[in-house]
């Protein structure tokens, strides 16, 4: 079956450093993978969408600079959080659309506390 | 935000009852998901849509494009199907997911 794993499941960092997410799409070859926060009023936002061969878009409020993703091939995608602040807290989930079926499967989810 | 209007934002069932959640849709959208999120923050796949109807056990889901909405039918509710429900639609152009806000559903006995 389609999984994707993401990395650390918890975190905690100190306001002002950087911390680092990873994503890994197991059982299906990812077509794209997309970021989003969700906030503890359960909103998402959408942070950016990255598809092989194509640049990286980020939505509005965010930015490669605050936000760098890497997504070396089809399985695997990470994300830093440079210079974390309070308002970066919230679950960071991952999204791999299945290049077959086009369903978008999700990973558990980073939770990020910052302090 | 206002793309996906999900409805109701909080559903109170008791066990073997039938309820229905609601997406309307502000944009053209080519397919919907279904999600149920669990208190830890995982969210299982529900149904995958194309305009039209699954079925899976006790729940069924509808997307019509030309109306613009999506529907989640919980039939015979069980306790195991408490936790928060996110349909989210993907637009033309082939974007990334946009959410709805959820319902989140308690199931009683």
């Known amino acids: 079956g389609a999984l994707v794993y993401q990395y650390p499941r918890r975190t905690i960092c100190k306001s002002g450093t950087s911390m680092r997410m990873e994503c890994q799409a197991v059982?299906?070859?990812?077509?794209?993978v997309a970021w989003y926060r969700q906030s503890p009023q359960k909103t998402f936002e959408l942070i950016a969408l990255?598809?092989?061969?194509?640049?990286?878009?980020?939505e509005q409020n965010f930015t490669q600079e605050k936000f760098p993703i890497s997504h070396p091939n089809l399985s695997f995608s990470s994300m830093t959080v440079l210079n974390a602040y309070l308002e970066d807290r919230g679950l960071y989930l991952c999204g791999a659309r299945d290049l077959d079926s086009y369903e978008q499967y999700f990973g558990p989810g980073t939770r990020l506390t910052v302090l | 935000g206002d793309q996906v209007k999900q409805s109701p934002s909080a559903l109170s069932l008791q066990e073997g009852t039938n309820s229905a959640l609601r997406c309307n849709f502000s944009?053209?959208?080519?397919?919907v998901q279904w999600f149920l999120q669990n208190p830890r923050g995982s969210l299982m796949n529900l149904f995958y849509l194309v305009p039209g109807t699954k079925e899976n056990g006790r729940l069924k889901s509808t997307f019509n494009s030309k109306e613009s909405y999506s529907t989640l039918h919980i039939r015979d509710a069980q306790l195991e199907d408490s936790g928060t429900y996110f349909c989210?639609?993907?637009?033309?152009?082939?974007?990334?997911?946009?959410f709805g806000t959820g319902t989140t559903v308690s199931v009683s006995p």
């Open positions: 990255s598809t092989v061969n194509s640049a990286i878009k980020y």
């Open positions: 944009i053209a959208t080519t397919t």
């Open positions: 989210a639609a993907e637009a033309q152009g082939g974007r990334a997911l946009i």
């Open positions: 059982g299906f070859q990812a077509t794209s």
